[in-house]
C-alpha cells in the first residue's frame, strides 16, 4: 500500500439523551461514507458519560459500526474517567482499571498498532497515565516495544489529550492542567518519544482546532464533532468550531486536511442541554 486515508475523529460525546450530539455525527458519517477513507480513528470522548452509562458507549459503538469503513478506539475521560494532576482539585471521576475494563468490553480495545503505507500508527489510552492502575505500567512497556518495533520507520501516535500546549516544560496551571497529559509522565513520554521518528502527534480533548510543529513532530488538535465549549468556561486556544481531520499517508511523507462536514453546525454545550431529548 502506497498510500493510507486516515480520518480522525473526536469528541463525538454520543448518548440518546442529546439528539443534537445524533445530528453532527451523522453529518460527519455522511462525509465519510461519500469519501470511503481507509481506516476512522475515534480519538476519544467516543460518549458522553461511560463510567456511570454502558448504553451510551453501546449507542455509540452502533453508530460507529453503521458506518462503511473499519474504526478504532481511544479512551477519553467521558468514557473511562481522568487522570490526577498534581495542582487542581481531584477529579470527581478518576480513571480505574474497572472503567477501562468496560470501555475495551464494548470497542475492543484501548490502544493499538499497526502499519500502512511505510508508517507505524500507535495509538495510546492516556487517561490511565499518572494512575498508578496496573494496566499503566504495561501500557508504558508495552510502547517502548512497539517504538522499538518501528525498526526506523515514522510514526504516527494518537491519543485523546494532548502532550502539552507549546512545549514540553509547560507549567502545570490549576485552570488547564487536565487539558493535557500530566507531569511527571509527560515528562517521560516526551523524552521515549523523542528517541523516535515520532512525526505526528494526533490529539483531542480540548473541543479546539490547532496545528502546529515543535521539533520535528507536527502536532494536531482535531475538534470536536458533537460540540464547541463556551468563552466562559474555556479560554481560547485555536478555532472553535465542529468538525474532524483527514489524513493522507505515503511513504515518508503525510497530508493534513482540516473539514467540516456539510450541515454540521457549532453548537454549544449551552445549547446542547437546552435542547437535550
Known sequence: MTEFRLTQISDTHLTRNFAVLTDNFQRVS?????HRPDLVVNTGDVSWDGPSSRADMEFA????????????YLPGNHDIGDN????????????????RDAFVSVF????????????????????IMNTGIPSEPEQEEWLKSELSGANGKPIA????????????EDPEEVATAIRFVPQPVRARLVALLGAYDVRLVASG???QRRDFTYAHTRHIWA?????????????????????FVEYRFRPESFEVRHVRAPGQIDISLDDV???RG
Open 273 to 275: 442541554f437546552a435542547k
Open 223 to 243: 475538534p470536536s464533532v458533537g460540540f464547541i465549549v463556551p468563552d466562559r468556561m474555556q479560554n481560547v486556544i485555536g478555532v472553535k468550531e465542529t468538525g
Open 61 to 72: 459503538h452502533e453508530l460507529h459500526a453503521a458506518l462503511p469503513v473499519n474504526c478504532r
Open 84 to 99: 490526577p494532576t498534581a495542582v487542581g482539585a481531584a477529579t470527581s471521576c478518576p480513571a480505574t482499571e474497572g472503567h
Open 108 to 127: 475492543g480495545e484501548d490502544r493499538w498498532q499497526f502499519e500502512a503505507a511505510g508508517w507505524r500508527f500507535i495509538g495510546l489510552n492516556s487517561l
Open 30 to 34: 455522511e462525509h465519510i461514507n461519500a
Open 205 to 207: 480533548h480540548v473541543h
Open 157 to 168: 501516535l494518537f491519543l485523546h489529550k494532548p502532550l502539552f500546549l507549546n512545549t514540553p
